[in-house]
């Protein structure tokens, strides 16, 4: 069986930044999708998604937008299908470790990254995770339970890289 490890802890915890560490000291083919904050100033506006392996990118979500609403921001569904979606299905047929960054509220509103998700938990390849941490949604419930899970704290999130590469390291 792959390793594969999930990664949660609270908002602005430095999860997305402790996924892009792991990336960098894998050393293994990586595909998938990350997200990253859009701020203007200092207040943060929205959310980007990259694909990994093609570096194309979206908007996941927006204060601007015009999509399903979820806190202050509106969810760009196109685009988390479109980038989202694609990027993990890319994953599972070209990269050696499948990224997720992040399995949480607005992602679960597409059925079809849900979708995209599920099948790269019922593959055979190794993953990096990152699931919201109180979300109820079956899919969230399954991440933590299947998944070898690194709860991210201003403690500890130095010392995780290194600890989760040694996680996924065959042994």
Known sequence: MPERVAITGPPGSGKSTLV????????RPVGGVLAREVRRGRERTGFLLEDILTGDRGT???IDGDGPKVGRYRVC???????????????V???????????????LLS???????????????????????KSSHPLAERIRGE???????????ESLPEK???ALSPS
């Open 60 to 62: 996941l979500a927006s």
């Open 147 to 157: 998944l070898r899970l690194f709860i991210v704290t201003e403690e500890n999130r």
């Open 77 to 91: 569904l196109r685009d988390l299908e479109e980038v989202g979606a694609r990027a993990v299905e890319r994953a």
């Open 20 to 27: 892009k560490k792991v990336i960098d000291l894998l050393g």
């Open 164 to 166: 989760i590469v040694s």
């Open 93 to 107: 047929r070209e990269a050696e470790v499948v990224v997720i960054d992040e399995v949480g509220p607005m992602e």
């Open 111 to 133: 059925e079809a990254f849900a979708r995209a998700v599920e099948a790269a938990l019922d593959s055979e390849k190794t993953m990096v995770v990152v699931v919201h941490a």
